[in-house]
């Protein structure tokens, strides 16, 4: 055991200037398939469409990729996982639970995307029927009943207090105004570190991490990073879009060897060149994962143990296609489910 341990030092010697983290593997070269990854994420960075920063983490091992991961970029939806956290926090300090009702007012009204914005002042909604309408949706109006309800300083806390500093929530969700592009703030990196923490149950307690990875196992926004994927292979993630911008985080669950993966455009000339690209790297991440995976059972190296955090497919509500919420066309409203069907006003 001690001689493989010492076989850290060689690796991280051979993998000076990739975007890899120290980890006790067992392996006396740099994995081909890692260095190849590396190499082909930054090919396709240099050709980007705009501005791109890519994180990727393979959970059974902690190591990393990535290119301009510590970039600070706009947001936009993705920020929404931190609010959600932000909630799961202030229900295990026992401030708010699921069943807490929150009632729309008038300061919460964000059009970008969502129904509640038409619904009437007063209307309200637990928490939980918030928190699936702000992930799963994207309901920017239930985003923010939940910020006003949790507080954006809180939110910002708690980043500050997992060390994820490019992290910050500036303002409520303002869609219409440019400012929203530094108002919502993160970086690949933060995204990774904080959905690395919930797929391995140590983000406030093991019953919040499900919880959370169940919320993001239901996203209805399937456009991005899921779309080069077998179609078997489960993702609980968040997407984001703004103006120029596209993004996609998550956690892809492939059979035993799940891994972690922050993609984040923006300043692009057109949203079309934005997929594309995302595309294109969740395609080579995918399989340059399934190659390191195959080295690192060959080195033999545990695979990720899911415990309890192996998220449960939920089913998915009807919804116009991925293409109308990118390019904010506007669309017709889904069949009415128990989910977002008005509440009676209060008096």
Request: no cysteine.
């Amino acid at each position: 055991m001690l001689q493989r341990r010492r076989r850290l030092g060689r690796l991280l010697v051979l993998a000076a200037g990739l975007a890899f983290v120290p980890l006790p593997v067992a392996a006396d070269v740099a994995p081909p398939s890692l260095v190849t990854l590396q190499g082909e994420l930054a090919a396709l960075s240099s050709h980007a469409p705009g501005r791109v920063g890519i994180a990727v983490e393979d959970l059974a091992t902690g190591l990393t990729s990535g290119v301009n991961a510590s970039a600070s970029l706009p947001a936009a939806s993705t920020i929404k996982i931190p609010v959600m956290v932000e909630v799961f926090k202030q229900m295990e300090r026992g401030t708010l639970d699921l069943g807490t009702v929150v009632h729309l007012e008038k300061r919460d009204r964000d059009w970008g995307w969502g129904d509640m914005a038409d619904a009437p002042s007063g209307t309200h909604r637990t928490v939980q029927q918030l928190l699936w309408l702000m992930i799963t949706r994207s309901d920017n109006t239930a985003t923010n009943m939940l910020i006003r309800r949790v507080g954006r300083a809180h939110i910002n806390a708690t980043m500050a207090g997992l060390g994820l500093h490019s992290t910050h929530l500036g303002d409520y969700i303002r869609s219409e105004t440019e400012t929203i592009r530094y108002a919502l703030r993160t970086s690949p990196r933060d995204m990774v570190a904080l959905l690395d923490r919930i797929a391995r149950d140590t983000l406030i307690d093991p019953w919040a991490s499900r919880e959370m990875l169940a919320i993001l196992a239901g996203q209805t926004h399937n456009g991005l990073l899921p779309v080069p994927l077998p179609k078997d292979v489960r993702i609980a993630h968040k997407t984001g879009s703004l103006h120029d911008t596209l993004n996609d985080v998550g956690i892809v669950y492939r059979d035993q060897e799940p891994y972690v993966i922050a993609v984040m455009t923006t300043e692009l000339p057109d949203l079309d060149r934005g997929r594309a690209f995302i595309h294109r790297v969740s395609r080579v991440t995918y399989e340059g994962l399934t190659h390191f995976a195959l080295w690192r059972s060959s080195a033999g190296i545990a695979a990720f143990s899911f415990g309890s955090s192996l998220p449960v497919t939920p089913p998915v509500l009807p919804l116009p296609p991925d293409e109308q919420m990118w390019n904010a066309l506007p669309v017709s409203a889904p069949a009415p489910t128990a989910l977002d069907t008005p509440a009676p006003d209060t008096p």
